[in-house]
């Protein structure tokens, strides 16, 4: 049985229950604007990321702005 997530195309060790605190691992603040996370190709709603369990083997993108041009 897998103990891993893909995030953003990268496997790393499951060492979070909840979108917000894969958020906060990745040092991504859950109540900044423009945020986004699909977990298996489905979009995750933003009011949810504190109740939304991951599990091993899912495939999580996270999507943010950044500052550049």
Not at 10 to 36: F, K, N, S
Not at 42 to 58: C, H, N, Q, S, V
């Given at each position: 049985?897998?103990?891993t997530?893909?995030?953003?195309g ?5 060492t ?17 604007r ?10 995750a709603?933003?009011r ?22």
């Amino acid at each position: 049985m897998s103990t891993t997530i893909r995030v953003n195309g990268e496997d790393q060790p499951m060492t979070v229950a909840t979108v917000a605190e894969l958020l906060r691992q990745e040092d991504i603040d859950p109540a900044a604007r423009g945020v986004a996370v699909a977990i298996n190709g489905i979009i995750a709603p933003k009011r949810a990321w504190e109740t939304t369990a991951l599990a091993a083997g899912d495939e999580i993108e996270i999507v943010r702005p950044f500052k550049g041009g």
